[in-house]
Each structure stands twice: as structure tokens, then as C-alpha cells.
């Protein structure tokens, strides 16, 4: 069993940063692919990014590319969310999550999942 708690959500203006933290206790997160997904309010669940278990593979959604980086610190059992050049529309629940079979983009694939944390962006 794994336990993930995000932090690091909050206000920020337009243009701004944030950095998400998605903490793990349980298990090691070192055997698996992790996932930020984020929904804002009336809306699915979104696909973010996602990191390999390696963290030798990345990926993003269109909608970030080049603002969001993900990365992993598998010491610290922590996976992290650097989010630059903010947008309103990225206002959401953002959520981490963990997959011990591989990368997807579909939340369906994830086994673990945190309670999530609000980032909201002012314009």
C-alpha cells in the first residue's frame, strides 16, 4: 500500500510558479511510474505529465509542455511538479499518482492516488 499526500498548491498570479511536491510513505515509489493529473471544477480529470520509475522518461500534456517539468527524487520518496509560466486555465485540483505497470496517460491506470491540492492562477 502507498500513501501520497501533495503539498505546494496555492494562489499565484498569472506568469507565476509553483512547486507541487507528492510525498509517498508506505512503500518505496523507486518501482513506480508516477502521474499529475489535475480537474478543475465541472471538468474530467485531466492527464499532466508522467515520470518512469527509471525517471529516464517524461512526458506532457500539449498543454504544458515547456512550462511544466516533472521529476523524481526517489531518496526523498517524493516526486515533484516545477509549474512555470502559469496560466488561469491552469486553475485545478492537481493530483499525484502512482502506477506499478507502466506509463499511461489514462487515470485508469493508476493504483495510488493522493487527496490532491488547489493551485489557483489570477489573472
Known amino acids: 500500500q502507498v500513501q501520497l499526500v501533495e503539498s505546494g498548491g496555492g494562489l499565484v498570479q498569472a506568469g507565476g510558479s509553483l512547486n507541487l511536491f507528492c510525498a509517498a510513505s508506505?512503500?518505496?515509489?523507486?518501482?513506480?511510474?508516477m502521474g499529475w493529473f489535475r480537474q478543475a471544477p465541472g471538468k474530467e480529470r485531466e492527464f499532466v505529465s508522467f515520470?518512469?520509475?527509471?525517471?529516464?522518461?517524461?512526458y506532457y500534456a500539449d498543454s504544458v509542455k515547456g512550462r511544466f517539468t516533472i521529476s523524481r527524487d526517489d531518496v526523498q520518496n517524493t516526486v515533484y511538479l516545477q509549474m512555470n509560466s502559469l496560466k488561469p486555465e491552469d486553475t485545478a485540483v492537481y493530483y499525484c499518482?502512482?502506477?506499478?505497470?507502466?506509463?499511461?496517460?489514462?487515470?485508469?491506470?493508476?493504483?495510488?492516488w493522493g487527496q490532491g491540492t488547489q493551485v489557483t492562477v489570477s489573472s
Open positions: 499518482a502512482a502506477s506499478p505497470s507502466g506509463l499511461f496517460t489514462n487515470p485508469a491506470g493508476y493504483v495510488y
Open positions: 515520470i518512469s520509475w527509471s525517471g529516464g522518461s517524461t
Open positions: 508506505g512503500r518505496t515509489l523507486s518501482t513506480y511510474s
